[in-house]
């Protein structure tokens, strides 16, 4: 009497017989032995280039061994030969094309935009829907002065998801750099609509008014990204300088006091507080910090001039001869260039 062998069983050991790498490969994936798979989908790529799964299959052995450039290339060599039929295309998960994006992230932090743009292009061909991809095809277009690009590519990012801020955010950055400056406070002022907390909005927002000398909504928006980030000194001394640039000397004098206590070297900041202090005529505290403004960089002349015009005020003609005398000779040093 013959006996029946199960259909089932049939077709694994006619698979198994026709294709031993990849069942081999699949057994050592799941005891994650990846090293060992990546050798058997080696040998079925080698003996079946044009198979897209063979393709597929060596790519997340790849993952497993943490060589995501070479993951990346086979899910992309999958996806060329599988372009026409779209057989194995519902197989690119979340893992495959996150694997493309670091490649893709990898080659654009050494530079190399159009290696990184290949394969960010691809995720756009494999999962058009995929916000993320454009998004960093704009961010090199941005960094390469093509502002144009840049903002359509965010524009498409922000189509597919409009509650991303991020999106929204740098578009607001590539229009400011495209001189669109209107268009970049729209987009900043709807990011902190839908997110209060995002500091760098509100930097940038006080940094587009100041440019457009408003410094009442600079001060504001500096002032706000402060309070969301202490660490951010750039806020607390922006909004320094828009309340000087109010005349509000008594506000901005605090906060360079403030912003001196942390970053005490800034011999620049000395002098701006050493003017600030003269607006407020509060002479003897000007000189002082004109005084240590010097003390950090010798050859300040612009510190030596508004001393002298101090002591001229005060009558102090030996100091203020002295004053001259001293700026005199960093002049002839610098060869009458002015530092």
Known sequence: MKKLIP????FFFTACATTPHKSSGIIY???????KAVTEFQGWVAENPNNPEAHLW??????GVRDYIKAADEFIKAYELDADSGKYLKEFGENELNTILTAGKTFFQQGDDQKALKYFTYVTKINPKDERAYLAIAIIYNKQGNYEEAINYANKAIELNPKDVQALYYRAKFNAQAGKKEEAIKDLLQVIEKDTTFSKAYFDLGVLYFDNQEFEKAAYYFKKAHELDQENLDALLNTALSYYRLSKYDEAEKLFR????KQPDAYDIWFTLGACLYNENKL????SAFDKAIELKPDYEDAYSFKALIYNQLKMNKELM???KKLQEIKGNNGGGKK
Do not use: K
Request: glycine share 10%; no cysteine; hydrophobic share 45%.
């Open 258 to 261: 403030e912003y001196l206590e």
């Open 7 to 10: 259909l089932g069983l049939f």
């Open 284 to 287: 003897q505290e000007a000189l």
């Open 58 to 63: 060596l790519g997340r052995a790849y993952i």
């Open 322 to 324: 002295e004053t001259i």
């Open 29 to 35: 994936m799941q005891q994650g032995l990846y090293n």
